[in-house]
């Protein structure tokens, strides 16, 4: 009998540091969770809109600026570029000319330096089959690009 009492004993004082050991553990444990939420809620996300557009401009609106006419415009400075028809070209010893219609059905005649379109472009080139009008559009980041349009003359089996 001296044995059992001893063995169990002995495992009593056994498990009791064991147990001890346990609850310390435990006891560190949540100290621990609790520094990493106090980092997770330090390291929180800032947008930063230097050099952004605003998300919350609508592109619509600006799409609409430009089907503003002016009023006291040349009538040709009234209607966009890619509205314009090209009718003919005729040429002289000095220079080429254009001439162009509007969407009204009114005829106008064009020369290298004339200002066309809603943007303010310049007839840049009048060649034999084609006309270069250049223009400074705003994009939708409101940064000013350069638009080229080429209107080109229809053969006669086309339309």
């Known amino acids: 009998m001296l044995s059992?009492?001893?063995?169990?004993?002995?495992?009593?004082?056994k498990q009791t540091p064991t147990a001890h050991k346990t609850e310390q553990a435990?006891?560190?444990a949540p100290t621990a969770v609790q520094k990493e939420e106090i980092k997770i809620e330090q390291e929180a996300y800032r947008y930063d809109p230097k050099g952004k557009r605003d998300p919350f401009l609508s592109l619509v609106d600006v799409s609409k600026e430009r089907s503003l006419k002016k009023k006291s415009a040349n009538p040709v400075e009234n209607f966009d570029v890619e509205e314009v028809r090209l009718l003919a070209i005729a040429w002289d010893s000095k220079q080429y000319y254009a001439?162009?219609?509007l969407p009204d059905n009114k005829s106008y005649t064009l020369r290298k330096?004339?200002?066309l379109g809603l943007y303010g472009g310049r007839v840049e080139e009048?060649?034999?089959d084609s006309l270069l009008i250049r223009e400074q559009v705003k994009d939708y980041r409101g940064q000013i690009k350069t638009k080229d349009t080429i209107l080109k003359l229809r053969k006669e089996g086309e339309e």
Do not use: L, R, Y
């Not at 059992?4 to 004082?13: Q, W, Y």
């Open 4 to 13: 059992v009492a001893a063995c169990g004993d002995k495992t009593k004082s």
């Open 26 to 28: 435990t006891a560190q």
């Open 99 to 101: 001439m162009i219609t």
């Open 113 to 115: 330096g004339m200002t």
């Open 126 to 128: 009048i060649k034999k």
